[in-house]
């Protein structure tokens, strides 16, 4: 499925808003500038060229990949809290469930590893469900 052409958006407005909003999303997580470099998998001078020229923002199929899982946490947070601040507050909260081991799920994602984000993600839409494991 090509999301750009399926919806009538180029594949630059995509990579500029998906990295804007991304990086946004990020941030009011708590993340630092480097932790959003790792987590996006983008190169400190990119990462800085893009949120100087936002007009400039080139992704590649794993970076967009990358966007679309934390757009969907977050999303899936908004929609389990009603509370903003757990919202933006979640994943910077020690976890005990089995998988997180009383790790944040932000210390998981911020190995940069593609696996690592996945399956934090797959267990954040969990909570939509009601299922957590």
């Not at 594949?11 to 987590?39: H, R, V």
């Not at 932000?106 to 267990?123: C, T």
Request: aromatic share 10%; with cysteine.
């Amino acid at each position: 499925m090509n999301l750009a052409k399926d919806n009538g958006f180029s594949p630059k407005d995509l990579a500029m808003t998906g990295f804007k909003t991304a990086d946004k999303i990020l941030s009011s997580w708590g993340c630092s500038t480097q932790q959003n470099q790792k987590i996006l998998k983008l190169s400190k001078s990119s990462y800085h060229k893009y949120k100087a020229k936002p007009e400039t923002t080139k992704l590649s199929d794993d970076q967009l990949e990358r966007v679309s899982y934390i757009l969907n946490m977050h999303q899936a947070l908004r929609i389990v809290f009603s509370n903003p601040a757990n919202v933006r507050g979640f994943m910077t909260m020690k976890n005990h469930n089995d998988y997180f081991a009383g790790r944040t799920p932000v210390e998981i994602i911020e190995s940069g590893k593609f696996a690592d984000l996945y399956e934090v993600a797959r267990r954040i839409d969990a909570l939509r469900g009601g299922l957590w494991g």
